[in-house]
């Protein structure tokens, strides 16, 4: 049984191998080893599972997803001071760690990584947004998330119609999967500290979308719609066929983007979908 408290403090990690916070990569390293636990501990149960960690640093998280009871450990990082340690704590790991250096953004890791797979992951500020776009695009081959965001962006990710924050990226992660914020953790958690409070959100997979429609006419209509938020969906919509096309979809066109439901702005796609094969 893998015992993170038997290796040498992460501190001791990072001053070996010179992993200094580099800001062009994001990097906010976590060393409390009880809060790394906590964050695996609302992902769930691992029995089986393949966990793929993004952004995985020195290895804070890294030893408490190899102290859970995942099957393997898939450590995907780019900067090489932090590959170099987690080779190290590969040795470790009795086989059930693999160190995979790349981008993450360019990383297909369904062909990296067997089934099942769900990302556990303190993403990189700067990436983390287009990391689950990416993802989501690939729904089908991931169980769940559990992502540690900007407070701000978790919010934006699981929020309700209705809510200032409800936006795009609400839709597309709610049409999907099941969202729910779990906690949040405050800068002074990490190693720099950031200039904002962080928070972590489960996404759950749904076993299928919420409702039928294309991904890509879901996103012209949800960036349509929200580019022009304060508008009436019939101005916002106006450039995709405005009133004619929320008629047929049975939508109010004096609604705006955030009143609507997850149904709805699918029936707005499907529509959209049929009046382009029209013409």
């Not at 993802?135 to 089908?140: D, I, K, N, P, R």
């Not at 209509?221 to 049975?250: C, N």
């Amino acid at each position: 049984m893998f015992d993170a408290d038997a290796l040498p403090p992460l501190r001791e990690t990072v001053e070996r191998f010179d992993i200094t916070a580099q800001k062009s990569l994001g990097q906010h390293f976590l060393f409390d080893l009880n809060l790394t636990r906590r964050i695996v501990s609302v992902a769930g149960n691992l029995t089986g599972v393949n966990v793929i960690e993004i952004g995985a640093g020195p290895g804070g998280l890294t030893r408490a997803l190899l102290e859970s009871d995942a099957k393997h450990v898939y450590a995907v990082e780019r900067d090489s001071r932090a590959v170099a340690a987690l080779q190290e704590l590969a040795d470790h790991a009795g086989g059930r760690l693999t160190v995979i250096a790349a981008d993450a953004l360019e990383a297909d890791l369904p062909s990296l990584t067997p089934h099942p797979r769900r990302v556990v992951a303190n993403l990189p500020y700067n990436v983390g947004t287009q990391l689950l776009i990416n993802w989501l695009a690939q729904s089908e081959d991931f169980v769940g998330f559990t992502l540690m965001y900007q407070k701000e962006v978790a919010a934006r990710i699981a929020a309700t119609p209705g809510r200032k924050s409800y936006g795009r990226l609400s839709v597309l992660a709610r049409w999907l999967t099941e969202p729910r914020l779990m906690f949040d953790v405050p800068a002074s958690a990490f190693v720099p500290p950031p200039n904002v409070t962080s928070s972590v959100v489960n996404l759950e997979m749904r076993p299928s979308p919420l409702a039928p429609a294309r991904r890509e006419d879901l996103e012209i209509v949800t960036r349509a719609a929200f580019g022009q938020r304060r508008k009436m969906l019939r101005r916002s919509l106006s450039s995709i066929g405005g009133a004619d096309i929320l008629a047929a979809a049975e939508v109010p066109e004096d609604a705006r983007a955030e009143e609507l439901n997850i149904e709805q702005f699918c029936a707005i796609a499907r529509i959209l979908h049929d009046h382009r094969l029209k013409h």
